[in-house]
Nanobody, 115 residues
Framework: QVQLVESGGGLVQPGGSLRLSCAAS????????MGWYCQAPGKQRELVAT???????NYADTVKGRFTISRDNAKNTVYLQMNSLKPEDTAVYYC?????????WGQGTQVTVSS
């Protein structure tokens, strides 16, 4: 089992920034990538960004150039730096730990972009 604890969500004005953190614990040796996903009301959960253990990143087109995913392997923590936030970024953001045959999810953290 892998446990994921997210933090860093909140309310921010359009154009502002937030940094999300996700700390992993447990059987993390089975995990080869971590990612962030978001789910807005009435919509399906969708990819925001992923990062492999080797540091290869992948981003949704809607966040390229604005969001940056990074990881600290020593702390088993992945980060999502979100800049130039837009109202349409409002969603619950979930951290995910991805293994060859398993996937774990955090509890989610709310991000609201509004003036």
């Amino acid at each position: 089992q892998v446990q994921l604890v997210e933090s860093g969500g909140g309310l921010v004005q359009p154009g502002g920034s937030l940094r999300l953190s996700c700390a992993a614990s447990g059987s993390i040796s089975v995990i080869y990538a971590m990612g962030w996903y978001c789910q807005a009301p009435g919509k399906q959960r969708e990819l925001v960004a992923t990062i492999t253990s080797g540091g290869t990143t992948n981003y949704a087109d809607t966040v390229k150039g604005r969001f940056t995913i990074s990881r600290d392997n020593a702390k088993n923590t992945v980060y999502l730096q979100m800049n130039s936030l837009k109202p349409e970024d409002t969603a619950v953001y979930y951290c995910s730990a991805i293994g060859a045959t398993v996937r774990y999810w955090g509890q989610g953290t709310q991000v609201t972009v509004s003036s």
